[in-house]
């Protein structure tokens, strides 16, 4: 005779039902109350740390597995809830244990499944077990919202930027309750400022996490950062501020907003709970419907805007692939502004290297990427040589450039970038002053330990090469913040750019000269909302003018 006892138990708690109790407990029934169960093979299956809301539990499948390819006479469990909470999937085993002829027995509900009656209380005690798993859910839920709401702090892995602080109150009744809440830790929170804004820059996990790297910047346990790293600070709400932006990106998603829109106030962070699974796969993260959003006891450090800009991005990149990065062409001056009147986004393609301008630039051409797919058959618009359009543009452009035409609210948003661009500078400025001061301090604290063990020490060798690795890295990073320094300072300081672009755009066509093929770029997407191309002409709609048109020669 072979038996098979199954135990289960969601939370390990080393007391009451544990799964070995339950065993126990089974082999003791088996012994007593089952024919030949003294002499019986009895194997057993256990799972510890699983919820019954499924079947999809290791040791469970091997049961069923092995009921397939062997003999058993007998199923015994505990309880029947130790087998699972959801009635279809007791239905199912108990057909699946009929069909092979073996018997089942709960040594609890003492149910006898070969009499009519016996079946219909296993499915009635099926019910209630789904029933109050429900209720149980339910209430974690309730539990979960109220908890939500006080913006508190439920532990885990502090988020980089934040250290967990207690804070101990009386309630009514006198006695002491300890909640906890996020403080700022700035060094850290500068660190992600500034992949936030170096993220938005590059539009690249795999550049934010090389910049990382090749300035030795760690996590705070020492280690590397690694791309998912990244990702996962970059996806995290806990750094945006409870903002209308961030509030209807929330919604949007179908998260459940525990925040009433006047209590938006630009500032306070936002926490979010019940975003990864609790279930059979550990940490996977749950649908956004199971998402709850609050505002939190800590100051947000990401604006809403931002914060959903590098969420669009990072759903972009991740349809296109990891193939994805930004422009390869890096003269191409209308990417992401130049489409198809079949509504498609053009791209740019190179001509071979040997292929040059007058000017010695490499030439290319704009082409409609569905025309393209469709062998010509769903977009018959013809292609447009890049280097022309570009310049066609911009020059059309700087030519409704009066400070008189409406450009001056465009003036004024160009001035609100160059003052973010400023400060993300300062930012990574920053950023390297205090890896350079922290690894100093390091190499001062190695020197002081060379100073107690003295020369004869084996150790000495290893302090040494330690000493000698930061200080060429303290080199490297000084060397790029005097960089820094001398290119703010032959920038004249970039708080004069502004009032030079107004003085350029008097006289517009020098500021063609003046700009990078990068900064022309940045120019035109602050004041062209859009381009299309016809196969003829290019329709210009300006942010703040009338559309302008140039034809193809």
């Not at 006695?175 to 539009?203: D, H, W």
């Not at 190695?446 to 107690?452: G, Q, R």
Request: net charge neutral; aromatic share 8%; hydrophobic share 30%.
């Amino acid at each position: 005779m072979r038996i098979a006892i199954y135990g289960r138990k969601s939370k390990w708690t080393g007391k009451g039902e544990s799964v070995e109790n339950q065993l126990t407990m089974c082999r003791e029934y088996i012994e007593r109350f089952v024919d030949g169960g003294k002499e019986a093979e009895i194997v057993e299956y256990e799972d510890e740390g699983f919820s019954g809301k499924n079947v999809r539990r290791p040791r469970f499948q091997q049961m069923m597995r092995d009921m397939e390819s062997q003999t058993f006479d007998y199923l015994v469990c505990y309880k029947l809830d130790r087998l699972g909470r959801n009635l279809a999937d007791l239905a199912l085993l108990m057909e699946s244990l009929e069909h092979r002829g073996i018997s089942f027995i709960s040594i609890k509900e003492r149910f006898d499944t070969t009499t009519p009656i016996g079946k219909a209380m296993l499915y009635f005690s099926g019910v209630l077990a789904q029933m109050e798993r429900e209720q149980i859910a339910e209430r974690v839920r309730d539990n979960m919202l109220m908890l939500a709401r006080s913006g508190r702090w439920l532990g885990g892995n502090t988020p980089l930027g934040f250290v967990s602080k207690k804070l101990e109150k009386e309630d009514s009744e006198g006695k002491r309750r300890i909640s906890c809440y996020l403080a700022e830790k700035p060094e850290e929170l500068e660190l992600v400022k500034f992949m936030f804004a170096y993220f938005l820059k590059e539009q690249s996990l795999t550049k934010v996490t090389e910049y990382l790297w090749q300035h030795q910047i760690r996590t705070r346990k020492g280690k590397e950062f690694s791309i998912m790293g990244v990702r996962d600070i970059l996806t995290n709400p806990v750094y945006c501020m409870a903002d209308r932006e961030a509030y209807e990106y929330f919604y949007d998603l179908g998260c459940q907003i525990c925040i009433e829109e006047d209590e938006l106030d630009n500032e306070t962070g936002l926490m979010s709970y019940a975003k990864t699974s609790s279930g059979v796969y550990k940490n996977q993260t749950a649908e956004y419907g199971a998402w709850i959003i609050s505002r939190g006891k800590h100051r947000g450090a990401i604006s809403g805007k931002d914060y959903v800009s590098v969420q669009q991005i990072l759903s972009r990149n991740k349809k296109k692939g990891e193939s994805f990065r930004s422009p390869r062409n890096h003269t191409a001056l209308l990417s992401g502004l130049l489409r198809c009147t079949c509504g498609h986004r053009m791209r740019p393609k190179n001509y071979p290297p040997s292929r040059l301008n007058e000017k010695g630039e490499r030439t290319f051409a704009y082409l409609c990427p569905y025309k393209d797919k469709t062998h010509g058959e769903g977009c018959r618009v013809k292609n447009v040589h890049g280097n022309t359009l570009d310049a066609a543009v911009f020059h059309e452009v700087l030519k409704l450039a009066k400070l008189d035409g409406g450009l001056l609210p465009v003036l004024e948003e160009l001035r609100r970038k160059i003052k973010n661009a400023d400060e993300s500078i300062s930012s990574e400025q920053r950023l390297l002053l205090n890896e350079y001061k922290k690894k100093r301090a390091q190499i001062d604290n190695l020197v002081d330990s060379l100073k107690e063990i003295g020369e004869d020490s084996v150790s000495v060798h290893y302090i040494k090469e330690e000493i000698h690795r930061l200080d060429e890295t303290c080199k490297g990073l000084q060397k790029e913040i005097n960089h820094m320094e001398k290119r703010d300072e032959e920038a004249g300081g970039s708080c004069e750019w502004p009032e030079q672009a107004e003085r350029v755009l008097r006289d517009p066509f020098e500021l063609f000269k003046e700009l990078t093929a990068e900064e022309r770029r940045e120019y035109l997407h602050g004041i062209v909302r859009e381009v299309v191309w016809d196969g003829e002409t290019a329709h210009i709609y300006v942010s703040a003018v009338l559309p302008a048109h140039y034809r193809s020669r």
